[in-house]
């Protein structure tokens, strides 16, 4: 789609919107009522796209996370859009109180929202951002990743089969036509991706004062206190690792243990992996890297591994090789105390890898997450409750789950957000409308003014009044 199109289709929704007015709930709720409708009406090609654009992907998983989790989150927001809707009374001073006045917020839909979604969870992160953008009575255009090609065809025969372009709109095409995309001059716009690339949407945006959600990720640490089970820990963070190979924003990262648990955990991990895979170069149930570029710089980080001599765990159950770059498969695999010049330690993983270091003190724990950007996520296994509140205070991320990973993520009622270099804004329920909404200030002034003993000429009495204010 050309600079053109996208600006001429931009210029149909805003219009659209203008014309119509705000929508109503009704209207709202049989927005998204077609955004589950397409979910389920077309399950088996979501799958089928998501298995043509990895190479495998279990089917499971991909309905687990691409199409049953959208549907839920219709269905937990639009019972709610009505009260959400309602203007919230606001508190006025008793000056104002005292004539009549009274305060309020409206909301108000922005517009156009646009949402520029990655290639991890193509079809998920395409419609989360666009449930709250249509609860709040947005218009919506869609730039689905380049790299998942088939699921952005997909995605755009799903909306069109259901909207008109004046409500939803997917554009698709290059890194071309994302950078034209990130330039429109939409009312709000959501990226999802890594901080090098939101630099440059940010600037993008920022010609045209576009306000941004942004969604980046990051390093994730888990912190293992000395009062958690071991096996509990290995069960809880190596089945959120396991979820597409590691590509997954909310993954864990690296794992901080207490000295002396680094071998059970190793052993407890491998069984985990093991009740998983009994092979996984051929297994359906073990999700490729996205393609061969993002192999390639997974296998520079072994590369890098091996020349630092660091001590690499593999998990390779049926000794095979993962020389093609065809099916782009890694083994699973654990350094241990991997130095922080490592590529692994410098860079957000986004694959089947999980860096294991250890610690004496927590307060050095501590030091070390601060001194890292902000991540989208810490998690914490414990019992402590001393060492619950230092990590949620000392540190800053943006969510944190106790005794599992990634969990806060599902309660539709918590933001999924990000802070500093993890992202900006974030949305999901309430939250999702309430950042795809204006809050307008609204006052109704009672039976007179008060402005009149504000103006000149300041008499002695107006100048008492103004007295009795200080």
Known sequence: MTDVDMQSLLTTQRQAFLDDGFPSAKTRIDRLDRVKD???RYKDKIVEALEADFGSRPRGQSLATDVASIIMEVKETRGKIRQWMKPQRRKTPLMLRLTGGRAELQFQPLGVVGNISPWNFPVELAFSPAIGALAAGNRVMLKPSEATPQCSALIEEMVSSA???AEMAVVTGGVEVAQAFSQLPFDHLVFTGGPEIARHVMRAASDNLVPLTLELG???????????DVKTVADRVISTKTINSGQLCLTPDYIFLPEGKVEAFIEEA????????DSLVDNPDYTSV????HWQRLKGYIDDLEERKVRVEVFNPAGESFDDPQKHKLPFIFPVEPDDEALIMQNEI????LSIKTYRSLDKVVEFINDKPRPLALYYFGKDRQEIDALCQRTTSGGVTINDCAQHAACYDLPLAGVGNSGMGGYHGHHGFLQFSHSKAVYHQGLFSLGKFLRPPYTPRKIKIIDSMV
């Open 270 to 277: 491998r069984k985990v992996l093991a009740s998983c895979y």
């Open 218 to 228: 990051g390093k994730c640490p888990v912190v293992v206190g000395q009062s958690a």
């Open 38 to 40: 397409i979910h389920i």
């Open 350 to 353: 986004f694959g089947p890898m």
């Open 163 to 165: 909207f008109d372009p």
């Open 290 to 293: 996205i393609n061969e570029r």
